[in-house]
C-alpha cells in the first residue's frame, strides 16, 4: 500500500520544481536566521538568490559532523527555542552528542516519513507494532512510534532489551509489525528457536522495520525464515530527523527515499565532486523541509550509490542501494580496504555459522593482525578443534579470495559472542584505541 502517492509517485518534473522551491526556502532561512550558514556563504561568495534551483545545490557549503560537535547544542537551530516541540541526540563514540531539533510540523514530517515505510507492510488500524527500538535521545523509538500513530495502527512502545518478555508480548497482544535493529531481530528470533514456552507458529507477525545499522541479504532470508515475515529495511539519521528518510517497497530492490523531503546527492568523499549517476561514493542529503534545525548538503559518511530506474512498485522516488558501510567504519588492514559488512555476507553464505562475527584487529611486530570470531550453529558445534577444521577451512578460503586478507578464525559455541539489544558492534581495532 502506497502511504502518500502524490509525493511517492510525483513525476520527476514536478518533483524537481518542488525541490528547487523548497531549496530556496530553506538556503534563506538558513543564511538568514543560522549565523555558521551566513559566514560559510559569506566565504564561498553565495547569496541565497544565486540559488535558483536544485541545479545549483552543489553551490552550497557541506555540513560535516564534525560541524555539528562544534555548534554544539543549537548553534544550527534556525527557530526560537519557544517553537522547539523535542530534542534528539546520537551519541558518537568520542566527544559530544549530535544535536536535532523539531518543531511540531518536524514531528509531523518525520512521522510521516516512517508512515511511508509502514504502509508498503499494510500496517493500519488493529495492528500492533513492537517498538523495540530504543527509546529516548536515539530517534528510533519515539521515530518509529508516530510512524504508527499516522497509520493509524496500535503502537507497543517495549524498547529494546528484556528479551523474554518482549517474546511474551509479542505472542499475547499479537504483534503485527517489529521495529528493531536487525542484529536484535536476530537475538529475538534465537530467543524464540530455544523457548519451551513460545513457537513461531503461535505469534502473529507478518513485516519487520529493520534498519539503524547496515545488514546483509543474508541476514534478510535469515530474519525472514526463523520469523516468518517480510524484512523491510528503514533508513534514516538523527540529522535529517531519525528513521525514515527512506525504506524499501515489498520489491525490496533498494531503498526509496523521500526526495521531497531529503534531497540526496553522491559525491565522490575524495574529491567532493558529484558522482556519475549509479556509481558508488558518500550519500548527502540536504533537509528541504525541516524548520528547526535545517540542514545543507549534511556529509552522512555512508557509502552507496543512487538508483534512478522505474521501480516495479510505482513509486517514482529514487532508490539506494544497500549502505555498504561508513567510510568511518572502513578498516584498512594490511593496506587492504575491509568493511565489516562484507565478513556478515560471507558468514550467510554458510548455513553452519550464525550471521554473528566480532573482529579483532592490532598490529604485532609490525604488522596488521586480524582476528574473527564467528559461531557455529549448534547443530554444527563440537568444541573438539579437530571437528571444527572442516567448517574453517572453506570459510578461510572464501574470505581470502573475497576480501583479500588471511583471518585468524576463532570458533565460538553458539551464542558465544555478544547480542547487543540497539545497534550491533562488530569490530575492536587495538591499533589506534579508537574503537
Ligand atoms: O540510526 C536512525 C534510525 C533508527 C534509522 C531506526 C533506522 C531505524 P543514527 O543513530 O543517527 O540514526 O545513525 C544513523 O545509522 O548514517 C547509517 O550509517 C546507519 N543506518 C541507519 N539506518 C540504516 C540502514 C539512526 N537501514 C546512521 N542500513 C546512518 C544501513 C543504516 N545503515
Request: charged content about 25%; hydrophobic content about 35%.
Amino acid at each position: 500500500m502506497i502511504h502518500n502517492p502524490k509525493m511517492e509517485c510525483m513525476g520527476r518534473e514536478e518533483m524537481t520544481a518542488l525541490q528547487s522551491e523548497r531549496l530556496r526556502k530553506i538556503v534563506k532561512t538558513c543564511y538568514e536566521k543560522v549565523p555558521f550558514y551566513k559566514n560559510k556563504m559569506d566565504k564561498m561568495g553565495i547569496k541565497p538568490e544565486d540559488i535558483k534551483g536544485i541545479e545549483d545545490i552543489h553551490k552550497l557549503p557541506f555540513t560535516t559532523k564534525h560541524d555539528l560537535r562544534d555548534e554544539y547544542p543549537f548553534g544550527l537551530q534556525a527557530t526560537p527555542m519557544s517553537e522547539v516541540r523535542r530534542i534528539h541526540a546520537s551519541s558518537g563514540t568520542t566527544g559530544k552528542p549530535v544535536v536535532d531539533t523539531y518543531t511540531d510540523n518536524d514531528i509531523a514530517n518525520w512521522a510521516e516519513g516512517v508512515a511511508r515505510v509502514m504502509a508498503v507492510g499494510d500496517i493500519g488500524p488493529g495492528d500492533v507494532v513492537q517498538v523495540s527500538y530504543g527509546y529516548g535521545l536515539f530517534t528510533g523509538g519515539l521515530g518509529a512510534h508516530d510512524g504508527a500513530h499516522v497509520r493509524g495502527a496500535v503502537q507497543l512502545p517495549t524498547s529494546a532489551g528484556n528479551s523474554e518478555k518482549q517474546i511474551m508480548l509479542m505472542k499475547d497482544f499479537q504483534s503485527a509489525a517489529l521495529c528493531c535493529t536487525p542484529s536484535y531481530a536476530l537475538h529475538l528470533a534465537e530467543c524464540i528457536e530455544k523457548s519451551d514456552q513460545v513457537k513461531i507458529e503461535d505469534m502473529n507477525l507478518r513485516v519487520g522495520f529493520f534498519g539503524a545499522e547496515p545488514w546483509t541479504e543474508g541476514m534478510r532470508k535469515e530474519l525472514e525464515a526463523k520469523l516468518h515475515i517480510k524484512a523491510i529495511d528503514i533508513y534514516g539519521l538523527t540529522e535529517m530527523s531519525g528513521p525514515g528518510v527512506g525504506g524499501e517497497c515489498e520489491y525490496q530492490c533498494g531503498t526509496h527515499l523521500w526526495e521531497d523531503m531529503f534531497y540526496p546527492e553522491i559525491i565522490n568523499p575524495d574529491t567532493l565532486e558529484p558522482c556519475k549517476p549509479g556509481e558508488f561514493g558518500e550519500l548527502v542529503f540536504t533537509s528541504l523541509c525541516k524548520e528547526a534545525m535545517p540542514i545543507i548538503r549534511y556529509r552522512t559518511r555512508d557509502l552507496t550509490r543512487l538508483i534512478y530506474d522505474k521501480c516495479k512498485c510505482g513509486r517514482t522516488a529514487v532508490r539506494m542501494d544497500r549502505i555498504l558501510g561508513r567510510s568511518d567504519d572502513m578498516m584498512i588492514i594490511r593496506g587492504v580496504n575491509v568493511f565489516p559488512s562484507q565478513i556478515e555476507t560471507v558468514l550467510t553464505e554458510f548455513p553452519a555459522f550464525t550471521p554473528q562475527y566480532f573482529i579483532t584487529v592490532d598490529r604485532k611486530n609490525n604488522e596488521d593482525t586480524f582476528d574473527l570470531d564467528v559461531e557455529l550453529r549448534s547443530e554444527f558445534f563440537s568444541p573438539n578443534p579437530s571437528k571444527q577444521m572442516p567448517y574453517i577451512k572453506p570459510l578461510y578460503d572464501r574470505i581470502v579470495s573475497l576480501i583479500g586478507i588471511k583471518p585468524n578464525i576463532h570458533i565460538k559455541e553458539p551464542g558465544g559472542i555478544e547480542r547487543s539489544i540497539g545497534k550491533a558492534k562488530h569490530v575492536k581495532d587495538l591499533r589506534n584505541f579508537q574503537n
